[in-house]
């Protein structure tokens, strides 16, 4: 069974760098989309971006000039930074498993971190 | 973007009841969305991908429907455990985006 489990500073300045790691086990990370979302306290799901098993990327278009996301399968581990971060940056991160069903499928999220509550305070 | 509108915000129901939750996107997702349960403190629950098709485990009182633009989640006899937060989610064009939400809560 597959299971991912986020780490990183609870608490982050304003301005600076959220970093977040997601730790993969119970499977090969191979040919998967490695997403991040987040959840605001007491509202929905924003997708972040998500990062393949080759490296390749895609971020949501709100966040893309402060995002950077990286993959390392050796380590089965994939990494999320965030910079200039302001109050607004504030919500639990989810790490997430990403891939397709079928040919013809949409790309869903199957398997989920616990979550990580990154509070944006000085 | 693909903007996806859910509906009820809050359904109030009593165990046994069926539920059913509706998800409207602002243009054409093909068949291209998925339903998640979220329960207080927990991560989301992927229920139902490709609007129809049941994920592993998943209890066959969840069924989806639906294409284009609208489509339905339901739940034929709700289950002590099905109370939970519920939202779709559309796949098109490498943009992902959820819904607000809806609540299931008891009655």
């Known amino acids: 069974q597959v299971q991912l489990q986020e780490s990183g500073p609870g608490l982050v300045t304003p301005s600076q760098t959220l970093s977040l790691t997601c730790a993969v086990s119970?499977?090969?990370?191979?040919?998967?989309?490695w997403t991040w979302v987040r959840q605001p306290a007491g509202t929905g799901l924003e997708w972040i971006g998500h990062v393949y098993s080759s490296g390749s990327t895609q971020y949501s278009p709100s966040l893309k000039s402060r995002l950077t996301m990286s993959i390392d399968t050796s380590e089965n581990q994939f990494s999320l930074k965030l910079s200039f971060v302001t109050a607004a940056d504030t919500a639990v991160y989810y790490c997430a498993r990403a891939r397709y069903f079928g040919e013809l499928s949409g790309l869903y999220f199957d398997h989920w971190g616990l979550g990580k509550l990154v509070t944006v305070s000085s | 973007e693909i903007v996806l509108t859910q509906s009820p915000a809050t359904l109030s129901l009593s165990p046994g009841a069926r539920a059913t939750l509706s998800c409207r996107a602002s243009?054409?997702?093909?068949?291209?969305l998925a339903w998640y349960q979220q329960k207080p403190g927990q991560a989301p629950r992927l229920l139902i991908y490709?609007?129809?098709n049941r994920a592993t485990g998943i209890p066959g009182r969840f069924s989806g429907s639906g294409s284009g633009t609208d489509f339905t989640l339901t739940i034929s006899s709700l289950e002590p455990e099905d109370f939970a937060v519920y939202y779709c989610q559309q796949s098109t064009a490498w943009q992902f985006t959820f819904g607000p939400g809806t609540i299931v809560d008891i009655k």
């Open positions: 119970g499977g090969s990370m191979e040919y998967y989309y």
């Open positions: 243009q054409s997702v093909s068949s291209y």
């Open positions: 490709d609007a129809v």
